[in-house]
């Protein structure tokens, strides 16, 4: 039998996972990446859970933590950087018992360790991308914007993000797929200060605005700005999606007048903005699709089910995801249509879970008024002082048996991936 051929479009987090698993499952692998080289830059995530346990599977699992921002934990501070709670890092369980996982790994270093581990088995494509697709009975055809031959696929996978193309050309009108939680976020580096340390910080500012700061491990100081709204017609959430079209000038010319009266070391963080060159601005959505596959394409990490990051997570779910896609297809090589159906019907109510917000979430998480500030900061205070008491912990083991939040994952034993 020969093997299926599959397309994988993405080559973050997502897509080499995947096709890691894939050429394991017996399958010949080729990526396309729209970036003409393989992408470096991005911000921190996190390996949490039962991800933590596909890495250890890859073989790659102390490499992550090799290269880790060895982030001592999250610190809360008011205007003046006066902490009035911290929550330490979780050096153990991985299961979300503190904001700050022992896996912290900038993306682009993760993409790196990923390629690194598939490029002898798997055909990478960079500086192109996926233009039309043409269903026939039992492939694919793909035609290429940039010269790449047209080729025919038995499986198409999109796991080119949150904004996928693939996604909007198989499943259509791809705005009932994104849900936006009325909220925006800058990322970027700038050089470290007098007052940073290994320990992240974050402060919330009126008008429904936080500011973090958090360490790296290559000597920069990784920036976050994030402005949440309550209504979707505010009129910054209009700017912000006008600016999100116009360029990156545009973009930062809007965050300095959106954040520019805000206090603490506000006005540090966007001079340095102004003079980083790895900016990125994007809105906060989930991706919710009511079916993962269509024909012989399907979805694998935020492009076909984004948590968001109010929610968390969405690294984890990219490899959960991709473990659990190609061992299903191990199981039926002959018949990918069946195995994406078993795909879905797996892996789906743990996903469902994942994308539970609590209620009010994100509008709760981002007060307007300083009233509201100040409440949200005696709250955090509060669970401050239980987690150093270890309490949180033991709440969050009980929580795992309520019908809230994250649900837990075991990852199914597939023969093919038997070492």
Request: glycine residues 8%; aromatic residues 10%; contains cysteine.
């Amino acid at each position: 039998m020969l093997k299926p051929n599959v397309l994988v479009s993405g080559a973050s987090v997502a897509g080499p996972a995947l096709a890691y698993w894939l050429v394991r499952a017996g399958c010949k692998v080729t990526v396309v990446e729209r970036a003409s080289t393989l992408r470096i830059a991005g911000q921190g995530v996190d390996v949490r859970d039962t991800a933590r346990d596909v890495i250890k599977r890859m073989g790659i699992f102390d490499r992550i933590r090799d290269k880790s921002s060895h982030e001592e934990g999250l610190k809360i501070v008011d205007s003046n950087n006066r902490c009035f709670a911290r929550f330490a890092v979780d050096n153990k369980s991985g299961k979300g018992d503190s904001f700050t996982s022992d896996l912290e790994i900038l993306r682009g270093e993760l993409a790196r360790i990923l390629f690194d581990v598939t490029k002898d088995d798997v055909s990478y494509i960079f500086g192109d991308m996926v233009e039309s697709l043409q269903e026939t009975d039992k492939k694919v055809d793909v035609n290429f914007a940039n010269g790449t031959p047209t080729e025919a696929f038995d499986l198409v996978v999109a796991a080119d993000g949150t904004g996928s193309k693939i996604r909007g050309m198989a499943f259509g009108n791809d705005h009932a797929h994104v849900k936006s939680l009325n909220s925006y976020i800058s990322y970027f580096s700038i050089p470290p200060g007098d007052t940073d340390t290994m320990w992240s910080r974050s402060h919330w500012v009126i008008g429904g605005r936080a500011v973090l700061l958090r360490p790296d491990n290559i000597g920069r100081t990784r920036a976050f700005l994030i402005l949440s709204a309550y209504e979707k017609s505010d009129e910054r959430l209009v700017r912000l999606e006008k600016a999100s079209k116009e360029g990156i000038l545009a973009q930062k010319a809007l965050v300095q007048e959106l954040f520019q009266d805000a206090d603490w070391e506000t006005s540090r963080i966007l001079k340095g903005m102004h003079e980083s060159e790895d900016f990125y601005m994007q809105q906060i959505v989930q991706v919710r699709l009511s079916r993962w596959s269509s024909g012989h394409v399907t979805v694998v990490g935020d492009a076909g089910y984004a948590p968001s990051l109010f929610a968390g997570g969405g690294t984890s779910l990219a490899f959960i995801g991709a473990y659990v896609l190609a061992g299903e297809i191990s199981r039926q090589l002959n018949n990918i249509p069946a195995a994406l159906e078993s795909y879905e019907r797996v892996l789906r109510p743990y996903v469902e879970s994942t994308q539970k917000l609590p209620p009010g979430i994100p509008w709760i998480a981002s007060p307007q008024s300083m009233l509201g500030v100040r409440v949200f900061e005696t709250i955090f205070w509060g669970v401050g002082v239980l987690s150093a008491t270890g309490l949180t912990t033991l709440l969050s083991k009980v929580g795992a048996y309520l019908p809230i939040g994250w649900n837990s994952f075991k990852l199914p034993d597939y023969e093919a991936f038997r070492q």
